[in-house]
T-cell receptor
Framework: GESVGLHLPTLSVQEGDNSIINCAYS??????FIWYKQESGKGPQFIID?????DKRQGQRVTVLLNKTVKHLSLQIAATQPGDSAVYFC????????????FGTGTRLQVFP | DSGVTQTPKHLITATGQRVTLRCSPR?????VYWYQQSLDQGLQFLIQ???????AKGNILERFSAQQFPDLHSELNLSSLELGDSALYFC????????????????FGPGTRLTVL
């Protein structure tokens, strides 16, 4: 498959453990955030989003936490499975420039048995 | 499978050449977005079209152009290619026509890998 970001930071976790992927953003005006998952050979896939008026949002096995004070976003994956192996990106947009997403560089998640 | 298709999957060409990448959006989606993903810069938004009209522009070079046809498929044209244009090019589609990405989920295709030699 296609390789993306050969020099991405990598998080290795054991199957069944919880994973935490972090993202720091620089624009204090950013107020909408999305986490994407990109598997090898595929395009990015929407996982979960959060607005800046929230600190936490939960989906199916995933939780996104937003700390606006330190401009930090995290994605928590519960009971990590081999199918979760992928590159994960955060993306942001601000209220005064909502026509495009700014993507982070990504983190590679590797799940081993 | 997102429902967005892109052709070709791989493209190898030489510097100075021109190529055309093609994208078919999900059935019913009117907006098409183009992105470039390179190893050193990650995903970058290039341009958005809605129902045939340009709607938003990002970091698209003047050597690049795009269009959306009446059947809603889109083409990205890259000319005077340089080594630095080697990248993955993704197309995404959404149902909304506004420029805001908020609550406007984009569905990405599998990408075209362009290699410029």
């Amino acid at each position: 498959g296609e390789s993306v970001g050969l020099h991405l930071p990598t998080l290795s976790v054991q199957e069944g453990d919880n994973s935490i992927i972090n993202c720091a953003y620089s624009n204090s005006a950013s107020d909408y955030f999305i986490w994407y998952k990109q598997e090898s050979g595929k395009g990015p896939q929407f996982i979960i989003d959060i607005r800046s008026n929230m600190d936490k949002r939960q989906g199916q096995r995933v939780t996104v936490l937003l700390n606006k004070t330190v401009k930090h976003l995290s994605l928590q994956i519960a009971a990590t499975q081999p199918g979760d192996s992928a590159v994960y990106f955060c993306a942001e947009t601000s209220s005064y420039n909502t026509d495009k997403l700014i993507f982070g560089t990504g983190t590679r998640l590797q799940v081993f048995p | 499978d997102s429902g967005v298709t892109q052709t070709p999957k791989h493209l190898i060409t030489a510097t100075g050449q021109r190529v055309t990448l093609r994208c078919s959006p999900r059935s019913g989606d009117l907006s098409v977005y183009w992105y470039q993903q390179s190893l050193d810069q990650g995903l970058q938004f290039l341009i958005q079209y809605y129902n045939g009209e340009e709607r938003a522009k990002g970091n698209i070079l003047e050597r690049f152009s795009a269009q959306q046809f009446p059947d809603l498929h889109s083409e990205l044209n890259l000319s005077s290619l340089e080594l630095g244009d080697s990248a993955l090019y993704f197309c995404a589609s959404s149902s909304e026509g506004g420029t805001s990405v908020v609550d406007n989920e984009q569905f990405f295709g599998p990408g075209t890998r362009l290699t410029v030699l």
